[in-house]
């Protein structure tokens, strides 16, 4: 970690060259794509020369593509057959802008993609308009990444550790590009844990898809875990994601570490592609073993609501979103909608999938004609996908404070678990951190991700579990009607059947596993005797009321608890006043 923290000061303190040409919060955007490249050259460095080399060899042949070749040169799925490298920019002053460029140009496609996302030409004009341009990379050519002294995971959380302070000083929100490193842990060691036995064969080859990817740390993590568990297994990794920074970044770590690039795209994974759009969901007829996310919180969807509702309303079920769309506020049940629709099939061994929320989708929406999140949940619960959440610790999280909880969603329960929705309970899982970052105050140490695991795993009720029927969290909302009196006497229609009083109808919601007429008898109409339930208006709904199932009652404290600390501070007060006066 020392490397880590020893090179991302020392790239912070590079942004002071900017000071006074650059505004703050435009300071990422030329030392973020710089930073990529340091790296990627770092990481080319023991084999350009025989990629030079190769390259001019090959160059004049009738080739189509040379990329192939010159990769396996390079030892990558990238290469750069430009005659430059940081070194060499360096020691040509006078010319470093047009060579910066040739540079750039020489790296093979997925690579070159990945800066033009940066949009970093203009940077280069930039710097070289003002002079700075040969000090910066001057800086950056002093920063060893080479891969011997900081690994993949380690440039993650440099990356992840730049992004934050670069977005915390726009005033951008930080929390959006990347999930604290030991939360995915969590989430990976929960994804993984009832599949040891497969995942330990040799050979095998799985595949995982983040929608939401940021800067990849989640597919990192997933990848590492797998290759400790079994160095002989493959993760093959994919994700989306909208950001095109975190994009660039994430897919150049994945070119680093032997990945194919091309499975990392850049759109918004929530829009449908179309024949004239390409900016959609780019994984529409793709299934994968594990899908994991940490999609943003409480984010409005207003900018895809028209390619969303036509979705809904024109694929139903053959679509992502036919259970339905929650509020344009939160998009939250989007995202795991879309993931949902990427499992395997349960006939081919099914999927996994592991999500972050707040408490929002826990309960928001209520029964009704209209599809919302209540009839989501339903879809979920009732098609038996939910097998457990987790509720995490406050201040866990860069941008935010509020309450979070891991939903696990599987297509293939185990016998155990089939009908049953596990509950755990981790919020006081937690260590106070040595220093803030951001909202991020707490953290999870190794045995607390220990704990919760064990949790999970040996499926057990205790103080810190519930399991619990799927039925338990299902409700039926009942519109109790009584009748319309004029003068004390009942209105009829013509049926003779009376006519309800809309002033004073009102609804209750009974638990699924009662019986309608049971509750009524017992808790109506001892009160209302002439009250009834109009039976076409109920709707079946669920919701998971978290806090209720782990509720501990704590005993008010006695009068004469309160009345000795009253008396007591009225002691100290005045002994306070009288040495005021005094």
């Given at each position: 970690?020392?490397?880590?923290?020893?090179?991302?000061?020392?790239?912070?303190?590079?942004?002071?060259?900017?000071?006074?040409?650059?505004?703050?919060?435009?300071?990422?955007?030329?030392?973020?794509p710089l930073t990529v490249l340091r790296r990627l050259d770092c990481v080319l460095e023991n084999t350009k020369a025989k990629v030079l080399k190769k390259y001019s060899q090959v160059k004049t042949m009738n080739i189509q593509n040379l990329d192939p070749i010159l990769n396996k040169e390079?030892?990558?799925?990238?290469?750069?057959?430009?005659?430059?490298?940081?070194?060499?920019?360096?020691?040509?002053?006078?010319?470093?802008?047009?060579?910066?460029?040739?540079?750039?140009?020489?790296?093979?496609?997925?690579?070159?993609?990945?800066?033009?996302?940066?949009?970093?030409?203009?940077?280069?004009?930039?710097?070289?308009?003002?002079?700075?341009?040969?000090?910066?990379?001057?800086?950056?050519?002093?920063?060893?990444?080479?891969?011997?002294?900081?690994?993949?995971?380690?440039?993650?959380?440099?990356?992840?550790?730049?992004?934050?302070?670069?977005?915390?000083?726009?005033?951008?929100?930080?929390?959006?590009?990347?999930?604290?490193?030991?939360?995915?842990?969590?989430?990976?060691?929960?994804?993984?844990?009832?599949?040891?036995?497969?995942?330990?064969?040799?050979?095998?080859?799985?595949?995982?898809?983040?929608?939401?990817?940021?800067?990849?740390?989640?597919?990192?993590?997933?990848?590492?875990?797998?290759?400790?568990?079994?160095?002989?297994?493959?993760?093959?990794?994919?994700?989306?994601?909208?950001?095109?920074?975190?994009?660039?970044?994430?897919?150049?770590?994945?070119?680093?570490?032997?990945?194919?690039?091309?499975?990392?795209?850049?759109?918004?994974?929530?829009?449908?592609?179309?024949?004239?759009?390409?900016?959609?969901?780019?994984?529409?007829?793709?299934?994968?073993?594990?899908?994991?996310?940490?999609?943003?919180?409480?984010?409005?969807?207003?900018?895809?609501?028209?390619?969303?509702?036509?979705?809904?309303?024109?694929?139903?079920?053959?679509?992502?979103?036919?259970?339905?769309?929650?509020?344009?506020?939160?998009?939250?049940?989007?995202?795991?909608?879309?993931?949902?629709?990427?499992?395997?099939?349960?006939?081919?061994?099914?999927?996994?999938?592991?999500?972050?929320?707040?408490?929002?989708?826990?309960?928001?929406?209520?029964?009704?004609?209209?599809?919302?999140?209540?009839?989501?949940?339903?879809?979920?619960?009732?098609?038996?996908?939910?097998?457990?959440?987790?509720?995490?610790?406050?201040?866990?999280?860069?941008?935010?404070?509020?309450?979070?909880?891991?939903?696990?969603?599987?297509?293939?329960?185990?016998?155990?678990?089939?009908?049953?929705?596990?509950?755990?309970?981790?919020?006081?899982?937690?260590?106070?951190?040595?220093?803030?970052?951001?909202?991020?105050?707490?953290?999870?140490?190794?045995?607390?991700?220990?704990?919760?695991?064990?949790?999970?795993?040996?499926?057990?009720?205790?103080?810190?579990?519930?399991?619990?029927?799927?039925?338990?969290?299902?409700?039926?909302?009942?519109?109790?009607?009584?009748?319309?009196?004029?003068?004390?006497?009942?209105?009829?229609?013509?049926?003779?059947?009376?006519?309800?009083?809309?002033?004073?109808?009102?609804?209750?919601?009974?638990?699924?596993?009662?019986?309608?007429?049971?509750?009524?008898?017992?808790?109506?109409?001892?009160?209302?005797?002439?009250?009834?339930?109009?039976?076409?208006?109920?709707?079946?709904?669920?919701?998971?009321?978290?806090?209720?199932?782990?509720?501990?009652?704590?005993?008010?404290?006695?009068?004469?608890?309160?009345?000795?600390?009253?008396?007591?501070?009225?002691?100290?007060?005045?002994?306070?006043?009288?040495?005021?006066?005094?």
């Open positions: 970690m020392t490397n880590i923290k020893e090179s991302a000061n020392f790239i912070w303190s590079i942004a002071d060259l900017l000071r006074g040409d650059y505004k703050q919060s435009d300071y990422g955007k030329v030392i973020l390079a030892g990558y799925n990238f290469h750069n057959k430009s005659p430059f490298d940081f070194n060499k920019l360096i020691a040509d002053p006078n010319n470093i802008a047009s060579n910066l460029r040739n540079y750039i140009n020489g790296f093979s496609e997925d690579a070159r993609e990945i800066i033009e996302q940066f949009e970093f030409d203009n940077q280069i004009t930039k710097l070289d308009d003002s002079n700075l341009i040969f000090m910066v990379l001057k800086r950056f050519q002093e920063v060893d990444l080479h891969p011997n002294r900081i690994s993949s995971m380690e440039m993650g959380y440099m990356f992840e550790e730049l992004i934050r302070k670069f977005a915390e000083i726009s005033n951008e929100t930080a929390g959006e590009h990347f999930t604290p490193r030991e939360v995915i842990r969590l989430m990976v060691n929960l994804l993984f844990m009832n599949d040891r036995e497969i995942l330990t064969q040799k050979g095998i080859v799985k595949t995982i898809f983040d929608c939401c990817a940021g800067t990849g740390g989640m597919l990192s993590v997933a990848e590492e875990y797998l290759a400790e568990l079994n160095p002989d297994a493959r993760l093959e990794v994919f994700g989306q994601e909208l950001n095109p920074e975190s994009y660039a970044i994430c897919k150049s770590d994945m070119l680093i570490k032997g990945q194919n690039p091309s499975n990392i795209k850049h759109a918004n994974s929530l829009k449908r592609i179309t024949d004239t759009k390409l900016k959609g969901d780019q994984f529409i007829n793709h299934k994968f073993d594990y899908l994991i996310t940490n999609p943003p919180f409480g984010v409005k969807w207003k900018k895809v609501e028209k390619e969303v509702k036509d979705e809904h309303n024109e694929l139903g079920h053959g679509g992502r979103y036919g259970a339905g769309l929650p509020s344009v506020s939160d998009g939250s049940f989007l995202f795991l909608m879309n993931l949902i629709s990427k499992m395997q099939d349960p006939k081919k061994g099914g999927s996994r999938l592991a999500i972050v929320f707040n408490g929002s989708p826990l309960f928001s929406g209520s029964p009704s004609s209209k599809k919302n999140e209540s009839s989501i949940r339903q879809w979920i619960i009732e098609n038996d996908l939910l097998e457990a959440i987790i509720a995490l610790p406050n201040q866990l999280f860069y941008n935010t404070g509020i309450s979070t909880y891991i939903w696990m969603i599987s297509n293939h329960k185990p016998s155990e678990r089939k009908g049953k929705i596990q509950l755990i309970n981790a919020i006081d899982f937690y260590k106070k951190m040595s220093k803030s970052l951001g909202d991020k105050r707490n953290e999870l140490s190794d045995d607390h991700i220990k704990d919760i695991t064990e949790l999970y795993g040996s499926f057990k009720e205790s103080k810190y579990c519930k399991i619990f029927d799927n039925e338990d969290f299902g409700y039926s909302k009942v519109t109790v009607e009584r009748p319309l009196k004029e003068q004390g006497k009942v209105i009829t229609d013509r049926s003779g059947n009376p006519k309800p009083d809309s002033s004073l109808r009102d609804t209750e919601n009974i638990p699924l596993k009662e019986d309608i007429t049971s509750y009524m008898k017992r808790e109506v109409l001892p009160h209302v005797p002439d009250a009834w339930v109009d039976e076409k208006k109920t709707k079946v709904g669920y919701e998971i009321n978290f806090t209720k199932y782990f509720y501990e009652y704590k005993p008010l404290r006695s009068l004469e608890e309160i009345r000795a600390d009253i008396l007591a501070l009225e002691e100290q007060t005045d002994g306070l006043i009288k040495e005021v006066i005094s």
